[in-house]
Every structure is written in C-alpha cells, then in structure tokens.
C-alpha cells in the first residue's frame, strides 16, 4: 500500500542512517511536515542511546526502516540505489564514518547530484576536535551557554540536552536541509551541509553575545535579567511546595504583576536598580508563599503580568492552553508532542507510531522502485531485513 504524505513537505524523499540524539529528531521533524523518509538501521542493534521499546522511542515515529548490513558490497549498493533516488540525506556520526562505509558525500553526490547531504555532528565535520567523542554537557560548554547557566556563586547546572542535541543540532540541521534544498531547486546541484552542536550552541547565544559586548550581561552567572539574577524573572516557591514563574521585564507588565498581588508599585522597590534586587527577591517570595500554586494561577493566568506555574511532564499536557491547542497527541497509547509548527493550507498528518528495525521497510522499498525479486534476493542472503508495512494513522495532528 502506497503511503499517503500530508504537509509542506509532502513529495520530499529522504534517507536516514539510524543514529541517535539530534539525527533523529530532525528527521522526525521533516517527516511529520510530510516528508517521505526510510531509515536505514543496523541489521544487530548498535548499543548506543538509552534502551526502550520501540513505541517509546518517539523521535522515530513516521518513518519506515530497512535493516541493511552496511559490511558488505550489495548493502552498500542497496544504500545507493536509495540515494539516487532522494532528494536528502541523514547522517550523525563521528566525521569519517560515512567515507569508510563508502557513502560519503563525495560518492552520493556522484550517484545524485541534486543530493543535498545533511550532517550533524558535536564538532564539526573539522578542526582540532572534529574526531573527538562527546555529548550535549560538552558542546555547549565550549560554546559558552553552560557557563551562563545556573545560579549566583554555584556550579553552572547541568540542563536537558535541549540546547545542544536538539536546538544547536536538530533544529539547526532541518533548516539547513530546507534551505540547501531550495538552493538545489533552483540551481540543480546539491550540496553538504555540515552541522556542528557546538556552533549551533553558540548561534543560540547570539543574542547574548550581544548583551555582553554592550555591558549588558555581566560574566558572572546568576547575576543578571535573565539568568536567575534579577527577582523580576524568576521561579517561586508556593505555599503547597508547587512552582510559579513571573517574568514582566516591562515596567507596565510588573505594575499588572505587583497590583494584582497586593503591592502598590509605587512604594515597591524599583527593580530597573539592581541594588533593590535583594529586598524585591525577599518581598516576593515572602508574598508567594502565602498561597497555592492554584491560587496563584486562578489570580494571574491569562494576564499581562508575565506569569506562568512550573508544570511537570505529566501536568503540561493536561494544561488547559495545551488541550485548545491540540499541543498532544497519543500514538500507539505514548502522549507525546504534536507536529509543529502549524501551517493553514498544507497541515501535517497524524505521524505512524515509531517502527521497530527493518518494520515496514518493505512497502518502502516498492514505492522507491526497488523490484521485489531483488527485495527477496537481499533477504535471503542475509543482507536485508525489510518487513511488512503496518496499518498507518489516519487523522489529522493536533487532536487528543
């Protein structure tokens, strides 16, 4: 059965290599806009990534899989019979990886000149530190954000790797695939594009770059506006043990914030001073803790004071915002994200539920022209694992 695609990206062939952290994620991306991706996996699992049943691994989903033995000659030629007919590529592994498998750029450009080859890595695919192992904790400590990151006088803290796996790499790799394929569009020739989580951690920062080379953002972490430093841009305690967030960094939000709380701004102390800072923090925190986070949210949500509650993982999705939204959707019983971002005239489909190594892959292989006698030939010989297809999704994203 022939996979039907909905989104902006419908018609987008690509091809994936399974990897791990932001590879996946930004072909999870791409695919839920419509994209068309087969994943080439690993005939014997890799080891590598934290270990789940497949339904969980969610940045998998709406992707069929061949399980390809990248060791011998005829799966290399599987992989390129895939590439020529692509329109991008997929890869995260250390720089040099692809060369010796004999995929790398220069080969399947040769096969497909309109390729455009997409690469993530913690470094770069160059440099003194190109071939260096390393995770998110270690990018963006070069890049500067971790040391901005945590509180006056301690060590800087450890985030989720959101800013180098995913918003450094992922993101950053799915827009540089869009955009080499627009160039590709309008020249014919395709190209690498080469994505490094260290500098993308580093563009994340670009605005406080600026803030610094203006005196505006001082060296010391958990001393300035948007670092913990400032009490007007802060999270605080509630009465039950629950946790609000206020940020009304305009004068005209915190006077919303202080009346509705049961301050006069004129007699509170003037946050735009840093040296009332400390008594601000003292009066505001004293303040919150009188009441339930609940409390808190029936008197400031939906207002300009800048205030939000700190939401769990189990909380967020049940949020009354995220539910008008449709900001969730379940997939084989696994709450998880819906696409985004959202488009009026091209949405994007409900994805399939995350496939297993090789599930699907043999539906896949048909609609991209592979004969199903050879199919059948690389199967027997070990070479290939390629399943048959499972029951697709059918709606559309956005509903619970």
């Known amino acids: 059965m022939t996979q039907t695609r909905n989104g902006p990206l419908a018609g987008l062939r690509i091809v994936?290599?399974?990897?791990?952290?932001?590879a996946p994620m930004a072909a999870m991306l791409l695919s839920d806009l419509g994209a068309d991706i087969i994943v080439i996996d690993r005939l014997e699992p890799s080891g590598l990534g934290i270990a789940k049943p497949t339904r969980f691994d969610v940045t998998r989903r709406g992707r069929r899989s061949v399980a390809l033995d990248l060791k011998r000659p005829e799966g290399i030629a599987c992989a390129l019979a895939l590439v020529a007919k692509a329109d991008a590529l997929i890869e995260g592994f250390r720089p040099g990886t692809m060369e010796r498998l004999g995929l790398g750029p220069e080969i399947c450009?040769?096969?497909?000149?309109?390729?455009?080859?997409g690469r993530v890595t913690g470094w770069g695919q160059s440099g003194p530190l190109a071939r260096a192992a390393g995770h998110d904790l270690n990018y963006i400590a070069l890049s500067g954000a971790l040391s901005a990151i945590g509180r006056a006088g301690q060590a800087p803290s450890v985030p989720l790797n959101l800013i180098g796996d995913y918003g450094g790499g992922a993101m950053l790799l799915g827009f540089g695939?869009?955009?080499?394929?627009?160039?590709a569009r309008q020249s014919g020739a395709g190209q690498v594009v080469d994505t490094a989580m260290a500098e993308g951690?580093?563009?994340?920062?670009?605005?406080l770059f600026g803030l610094a080379a203006a005196g505006l953002h001082g060296p010391e972490r958990g001393t300035n506006l948007l670092d913990s430093g400032a009490p007007h841009y802060e999270t605080y305690a509630c009465a039950d043990g629950e946790w609000i967030t206020v940020a009304p960094i305009e004068r005209k939000f915190r006077d919303e914030l202080l009346r509705r709380i049961g301050f006069d701004p004129a007699q509170f102390p003037d946050v735009d001073d840093r040296a009332s800072w400390p008594q601000a923090r003292e009066l505001l925190g004293r303040r919150f803790a009188e009441r339930s986070r609940a409390e808190w949210?029936?008197?400031?949500?939906?207002?300009d004071a800048c205030f939000?509650?700190?939401?769990?993982?189990a909380e967020?999705?049940?949020?009354?915002?995220?539910?008008?939204?449709?900001?969730?959707i379940a997939i084989d019983g696994v709450l998880q994200p819906a696409p985004q971002p959202r488009f009026s005239r091209t949405p994007a489909a409900m994805p399939t539920a995350a496939r297993a190594p090789g599930e699907g892959?043999?539906?896949?292989?048909?609609?991209?022209g592979l004969p199903a006698a050879e199919i059948d030939r690389l199967e027997q010989a070990g070479i290939l694992r390629a399943t048959a297809d499972i029951p697709e999704a059918n709606g559309t994203a956005g509903a619970r």
């Open 308 to 313: 939000a509650p700190v939401l769990s993982l």
């Open 177 to 183: 695939i869009v955009c080499a394929l627009l160039a």
């Open 297 to 303: 949210c029936a008197l400031l949500e939906g207002t």
């Open 16 to 22: 994936e290599f399974a990897g791990i952290g932001p």
């Open 109 to 117: 450009l040769e096969r497909n000149p309109r390729l455009v080859y």
């Open 201 to 207: 951690s580093t563009t994340l920062m670009a605005s």
């Open 361 to 368: 892959g043999r539906a896949a292989l048909g609609e991209w």
């Open 316 to 328: 967020a999705p049940e949020h009354d915002h995220a539910k008008a939204r449709g900001s969730f």
